[in-house]
């Protein structure tokens, strides 16, 4: 399992890394997926219900890693990454 200290970033199907987020992951937010817009709130609501925070970042292409250029440009632009974190204890 996958803990915030140790999100794995998110690669595409050549093994390049597709987004890059520190500033979430460093407020302590875990990468749990890229996806179309209209599948986020289903996910959403899935963690929600698991307990977990959630927040989404849009995707540009400054996201992506210098050998994306293509996908980033045109498909990508469009997806959702959605981030999930244990909410702090209350």
């Given at each position: 399992m996958t803990t915030a200290e140790?999100?794995?970033p998110v690669y595409c199907s050549e093994g390049i890394q597709i987004l890059r987020a520190p500033d979430l992951v460093e407020g302590g937010w875990a990468q749990r997926t890229?996806?179309?817009?209209?599948?986020?709130?289903?996910?959403?609501?899935?963690?929600?219900?698991?307990?977990?925070e959630t927040t989404t970042a849009g995707l540009d292409p400054s996201s992506f890693g210098e050998a994306c250029t293509t996908?980033?440009?045109?498909a990508c632009s469009t997806y959702v990454a959605l981030f999930t974190r244990k909410p702090a204890a209350g």
């Open positions: 140790e999100t794995e890229v996806t179309d817009p209209s599948r986020i709130g289903e996910l959403e609501e899935l963690y929600t219900s698991l307990g977990f996908c980033a440009i045109t």
